[in-house]
Every structure is written in structure tokens, then in C-alpha cells.
């Protein structure tokens, strides 16, 4: 699977929008990119993937560039619940998708109040 | 929906002694298990993935083991354990097809500490 870079940490006032930048600059064509965050002392949380369209969901949006090359998860409205570890995980879908996630350091994510 | 238990929540153990670890996952059949561990200030480092009763894959070569005894259930053992075992436990399980295969979702975990 492609490797993903992140920067470590970030900081986002309360109630704006937080944007997490990926880069994945050597991404297969049958890879897609996945969100995942990690609130302390729990497990892993899936948020949203995508392969090459814009995705959006309850939770977040999956902003990919037209080249792949990089993308941008967008938390809309961030709210103090939110500080975690953010994971972008670039990831080839095979069997079912039996093998499992390689997770690199994330993103600390700190909501401001 | 779907359901996922790890015990205990905590655990200390002394070197050299055994371990098991049991996940159980409820409302749904022929899952795919995982167990992942996360040393501390490090990220998830996958261990074992299981796709069936009895079929276990292992990752990273370690003093521990998996069994997968029944559909739902995937355990993690050792017969004795290492310092550098200690570290924050995790099952997760994917559906075996369909969109749904796309996610894992994680269980609550388990932190080891051994002394």
C-alpha cells in the first residue's frame, strides 16, 4: 500500500472548519484513501474513504485532487469532541478487504475552545 | 446492528507469565478479525487477521499467537510473556463482503502492562 504523510499536529478553534491535509503522492490507481480518527484510550473510528470523487457523509468530507496525489479531510464545524488522532490510510481493496489497515502517525488534531 | 467486546479492559501481568485475550463480535456472520497493538507513543501495528474458523494470518513474527475457535470469537495468547509486550490491544472486525467489507471498526481494547 502507498505511503501517506501527515503533519503531526494541528490546531482549530471551536466551531470552525477543521482541514487535514494527506499527502499519498504514490498511489496506485486501484488504491483508495481512507479517514480514520483515534480519541484517547480508544479504538480507531472509521470516518469516510474515497477513491477519486469528493465524498461527504455525516462526520466529515473526503476532498481528493484530480491527480490523486493528495487530499484533504474537512470536519465541518469542529467541536471540543473532536481532538484526536486523525489517520489518512491509502489502501487496495482485495478478498473483501481482509487484509488490514496500516496506520501511519496521524495528525493530533487539538480543538480550541 | 453490530457489536464488538474485548476483556478484560485492563491487565497486569508479570514476565514470563501467560496471556489471553478474547474478542467477541455480535449481529453479524463470517467476519473478518483483526488484532492490532499499539506500543506506547507509536502507531497500530496489525498482528493477526483471521477470514474463517481456524484460518489465521500472522504479520509480525512475536512471541504471540491467535486462534479463532468460532465464527465470532478471536483470541490472543502468549505462553510467556516480554516487557516489550506491553502496549494497548485491539480487535476489530470487517464485514466479509459487500461495501461493508470497505470499514473495520475497532473494539474498546485492552492495555497490558507487564512488570
Known amino acids: 500500500d502507498a505511503k501517506t504523510t501527515q503533519p503531526p499536529s494541528m490546531d482549530c478553534a471551536e466551531g470552525r472548519a477543521a482541514n487535514l491535509p494527506c499527502n499519498h503522492s504514490?498511489?496506485?490507481?486501484?488504491?483508495?484513501v481512507y479517514w480514520y480518527r483515534q480519541i484517547h484510550s480508544q479504538g480507531p473510528q472509521y470516518i469516510i474513504h474515497?477513491?477519486?470523487n469528493n465524498e461527504t457523509n455525516e462526520m466529515a468530507s473526503l476532498i481528493i485532487t484530480e491527480d490523486r496525489k493528495s487530499s484533504t479531510l474537512i470536519l465541518p464545524h469542529a467541536t471540543l469532541r473532536d481532538t484526536a488522532v486523525y489517520y489518512c490510510?491509502?489502501?487496495?481493496?482485495?478478498?473483501?478487504?481482509?487484509?488490514?489497515?496500516?496506520f501511519g502517525k496521524g495528525t493530533h488534531l487539538i480543538i480550541q475552545p | 446492528s453490530q457489536t464488538i467486546h474485548q476483556w478484560p479492559a485492563t491487565l497486569v501481568q508479570p514476565v514470563g507469565s501467560p496471556l489471553s485475550l478474547e474478542c467477541t463480535v455480535e449481529?453479524?456472520?463470517?467476519?473478518?478479525l483483526y488484532w492490532y497493538r499499539q506500543a506506547a507513543g507509536r502507531g497500530l501495528q496489525l498482528l493477526f487477521y483471521?477470514?474463517?474458523?481456524?484460518?489465521i494470518s500472522s504479520e509480525v513474527p512475536q512471541n504471540l499467537s491467535a486462534s479463532r475457535p468460532q465464527d465470532r470469537q478471536f483470541i490472543l495468547s502468549s505462553k510467556k510473556l516480554l516487557l516489550s509486550d506491553s502496549g494497548f490491544y485491539l480487535c476489530?472486525?470487517?464485514?466479509?463482503?459487500?461495501?461493508?467489507?470497505?470499514?473495520?471498526?475497532f473494539g474498546p481494547g485492552t492495555r497490558l502492562t507487564v512488570t
Open positions: 483471521s477470514v474463517g474458523i481456524g484460518q
Open positions: 449481529g453479524t456472520s463470517n467476519p473478518n
Open positions: 476489530a472486525w470487517s464485514a466479509s463482503y459487500g461495501r461493508a467489507s470497505y470499514e473495520q471498526y
Open positions: 490510510i491509502v489502501r487496495r481493496i482485495a478478498g473483501g478487504g481482509a487484509d488490514g489497515l496500516t
Open positions: 474515497g477513491l477519486k
Open positions: 504514490t498511489i496506485s490507481g486501484n488504491e483508495y
